[in-house]
């Protein structure tokens, strides 16, 4: 199931970059005095109490304005709370309640969407100031008191906005759908792709990239099972995009990666591998989720006894972070090598859903770390105590050990493979964690 979406709202200068780099623990979005500094809408992940949502950064609003500059803002910052599972408001106590904040809260209210109001600037410790009490006449609600510079007050906001979002849909999926997300940069037959699957003329196909802008879901069910495939729009560089409808489509297609269970990237044959196809097979590599290279238009190429496996060491070369990936070699067009396709999505899917015994995995374990002794460092050696799978959708790995700086980042790798080759967990990526004895997790934002 996609996640939440949390969107940071406000007139300019009131500190929303700020929040917002607070909240995902990074500095990701420019922060500066100068108002208008965020234009586009910037997106990071937050992790509260176990859970995690998408938050989205907006330029200011300044509902009046006839700077062309600031309608463009004001039509991003529109599409940020379209989009919106719940409404971050930020104001400035510091500045106080103005005009402009009374027009953008009649905004959010107008959307139905919920609204936290979030009072920024609120640095001092303890009982706020009384120019505090002066935004209830908002109507928005009890005021949080936050201090984005400090992190004071973030952890009862987060608290308020968790209350709004829902996480009840990942319970309720359905185990016998298998959820593919069909990625790739524009034009390289995404569509077309799911049009051959299922006979009949789904998603528009044109040879103007773009064509897709929604996230469309096709159910099909065949002799290899049931699957809900999603056509995505094509993510193109940065740089190149320009219009607010594609730049929406974007962010969708980056939440259907986060839904789906397998991600299937298309790459054009016919213009060869670029590095925005790695940048599209990246993200789905982040988000932890099975992925297939589907090499497309492959009957356009001229080829002969070579061609094949010289595309297959480019591929090795350009992808070696995700050299878990089976590669197929696929017309969208003609229909070949699509039931290759269908058995590589089935595999992955097993294998990112595959579940290992914990006396197993010890066995295998102990067998490797008697192979390849474990790393030390001035006297003191690496123990790995036992090792347990924390989950699936990648599956995932807890190594508990008595030292976590000595355990080196190619040993994990050298575990990493070794559990590969035992299990065959190809198609799928692997997370290690590693943990001291009698460490917890705790959650913090």
């Given at each position: 199931?996609?996640?939440?979406?949390?969107?940071?709202?406000?007139?300019?200068?009131?500190?929303?970059?700020?929040?917002f780099?607070?909240?995902?623990g990074?500095?990701?979005?420019?922060?500066?005095?100068?108002?208008?500094?965020?234009?586009?809408?910037?997106?990071?992940?937050?992790?509260?109490?176990?859970?995690?949502?998408?938050?989205?950064?907006?330029?200011?609003?300044?509902?009046?304005?006839?700077?062309?500059?600031?309608?463009?803002?004001?039509?991003?910052?529109?599409?940020?709370?379209?989009?919106?599972?719940?409404i971050i408001?930020?104001?400035?106590?510091?500045?106080?309640?103005?005009?402009?904040?009374?027009?953008?809260?009649?905004?959010?209210?107008?959307?139905?969407?919920?609204?936290?109001?979030?009072?920024?600037?609120?640095?001092?410790?303890?009982?706020?100031?009384?120019?505090?009490?002066?935004?209830?006449?908002?109507?928005?609600?009890?005021?949080?008191?936050?201090?984005?510079?400090?992190?004071?007050?973030?952890?009862?906001?987060?608290?308020?906005?968790f209350?709004?979002?829902?996480?009840?849909?990942?319970?309720?999926?359905?185990?016998?759908?298998?959820?593919?997300?069909?990625?790739?940069?524009?034009n390289?037959?995404?569509?077309?792709?799911?049009?051959?699957?299922?006979?009949?003329?789904?998603?528009?196909?044109?040879?103007?990239?773009?064509?897709?802008?929604?996230a469309?879901?096709?159910?099909?069910?065949?002799?290899?099972?049931?699957?809900?495939?999603t056509?995505?729009?094509?993510?193109?560089?940065?740089?190149?995009?320009?219009?607010?409808?594609?730049?929406?489509?974007?962010?969708?297609?980056?939440?259907?990666?986060?839904?789906?269970?397998?991600?299937?990237?298309?790459?054009?044959?016919?213009?060869?591998?670029?590095?925005?196809?790695?940048?599209?097979a990246?993200?789905?590599?982040?988000?932890?989720?099975?992925?297939?290279?589907?090499?497309?238009?492959?009957?356009?190429?001229?080829?002969?006894?070579?061609?094949?496996?010289?595309?297959?060491?480019?591929?090795?070369?350009?992808?070696?972070?995700?050299?878990?990936?089976?590669?197929?070699?696929?017309?969208?067009?003609?229909?070949?090598?699509?039931?290759?396709?269908?058995?590589?999505?089935?595999m992955?899917?097993?294998?990112?859903?595959?579940?290992?015994?914990?006396?197993?995995?010890?066995?295998?374990?102990?067998?490797?770390?008697?192979?390849?002794q474990?790393?030390?460092d001035?006297?003191?050696?690496?123990?790995?105590?036992?090792?347990?799978?924390?989950?699936?959708?990648?599956?995932?790995?807890?190594?508990?050990?008595?030292?976590?700086?000595?355990?080196?980042?190619s040993?994990?790798?050298?575990?990493?493979?070794?559990?590969?080759?035992?299990?065959?967990?190809?198609?799928?990526p692997?997370?290690?964690?590693?943990?001291?004895?009698?460490?917890?997790?705790?959650?913090?934002?």
């Amino acid at each position: 199931m996609a996640k939440p979406v949390i969107a940071i709202v406000g007139r300019p200068n009131v500190g929303k970059s700020t929040l917002f780099n607070k909240l995902i623990g990074q500095r990701l979005s420019i922060t500066d005095d100068t108002p208008g500094v965020t234009r586009d809408r910037i997106y990071g992940e937050v992790e509260w109490c176990g859970k995690s949502a998408i938050v989205v950064d907006t330029g200011g609003i300044e509902p009046k304005s006839d700077d062309v500059i600031l309608i463009q803002m004001r039509r991003q910052a529109q599409i940020a709370i379209d989009t919106a599972s719940a409404i971050i408001l930020v104001t400035d106590l510091k500045s106080g309640m103005v005009a402009t904040d009374n027009e953008v809260a009649q905004m959010l209210l107008k959307s139905g969407k919920p609204v936290v109001l979030c009072v920024n600037k609120a640095d001092s410790v303890g009982e706020p100031p009384m120019e505090f009490y002066e935004f209830y006449n908002l109507g928005l609600g009890d005021p949080v008191a936050v201090s984005a510079v400090h992190g004071h007050g973030t952890g009862d906001l987060l608290d308020r906005v968790f209350e709004y979002l829902s996480f009840e849909d990942e319970a309720e999926a359905d185990d016998s759908v298998i959820n593919v997300a069909v990625i790739g940069k524009p034009n390289a037959g995404k569509s077309s792709l799911i049009n051959k699957i299922t006979d009949i003329d789904r998603c528009i196909v044109s040879d103007i990239a773009g064509t897709t802008r929604d996230a469309i879901d096709t159910l099909v069910e065949n002799k290899f099972g049931r699957f809900n495939f999603t056509d995505t729009a094509g993510l193109r560089r940065q740089s190149r995009i320009y219009d607010d409808i594609e730049k929406y489509s974007i962010l969708r297609a980056k939440m259907a990666i986060e839904r789906s269970d397998v991600c299937v990237i298309m790459i054009d044959a016919t213009e060869g591998i670029t590095e925005q196809d790695t940048k599209v097979a990246g993200l789905a590599h982040d988000a932890g989720r099975a992925c297939v290279l589907a090499v497309n238009k492959w009957d356009d190429v001229e080829k002969n006894d070579k061609t094949m496996q010289e595309f297959k060491k480019k591929l090795d070369a350009d992808f070696a972070f995700m050299s878990y990936a089976p590669q197929v070699f696929i017309s969208a067009k003609t229909g070949q090598r699509i039931d290759k396709l269908f058995e590589a999505i089935v595999m992955c899917y097993e294998n990112t859903c595959r579940r290992i015994t914990t006396g197993t995995l010890n066995e295998l374990l102990a067998q490797a770390t008697t192979r390849v002794q474990p790393p030390s460092d001035k006297g003191k050696r690496l123990k790995i105590f036992y090792m347990t799978q924390a989950g699936v959708k990648p599956p995932s790995f807890v190594f508990f050990c008595n030292d976590k700086e000595l355990f080196h980042f190619s040993y994990q790798r050298y575990l990493e493979n070794r559990i590969r080759e035992a299990f065959g967990l190809e198609g799928t990526p692997v997370k290690i964690i590693i943990r001291e004895r009698g460490e917890k997790k705790c959650c913090k934002p």
